[in-house]
């Protein structure tokens, strides 16, 4: 079993940046593969970034590529989303998710075992 908790969102201008910190608790967190995704009202579930279990590959969603960075400190057991350059479109629910250990990481949701509640982003024009 995997918990996962998000922490740093919050109401920023456009053109500014925000870090996101997913904390994990579990004995497996530090083997999974982990996903940002976020979700902005009336939209489908979008996939921002991932990596792996050992941080050395990240993917990232079209939509941030170049602007977000997706890292992982393994001793904390805490993955980040580092946001940069943010637009108004950047506005949405940003949840971190867990794959199952050992497993690669993934843009589709459904590859996902374990998901966090979620912390709000706003970015203003």
């Known amino acids: 079993q995997v918990q996962l908790v998000e922490s740093g969102g919050g109401l920023v201008q456009a053109g500014g940046s925000l870090r996101l910190s997913c904390a994990a608790s579990g004995r497996t967190a530090s083997s999974s593969a982990m996903g940002w995704f976020r979700q902005a009202p009336g939209k489908e579930r979008e996939f921002v970034a991932a990596?792996?279990?050992?941080?050395?590959?990240?993917y990232y969603g079209d939509s941030v590529k170049g602007r977000f960075v997706i890292s992982r400190d393994n001793a904390k057991n805490t993955v980040y989303l580092q946001m940069n350059s943010l637009k108004p479109e950047d506005t949405a629910v940003y949840s971190c998710?867990?794959?199952?250990?050992?497993?690669?990481?993934?843009?589709?949701?459904?590859?996902?075992?374990?998901w966090g509640q979620g912390t709000q982003v706003i970015v203003s024009s």
């Open positions: 990596c792996s279990w050992g941080g050395t590959s990240t």
């Open positions: 998710a867990a794959a199952r250990p050992y497993s690669a990481p993934s843009y589709r949701a459904g590859e996902y075992v374990y």
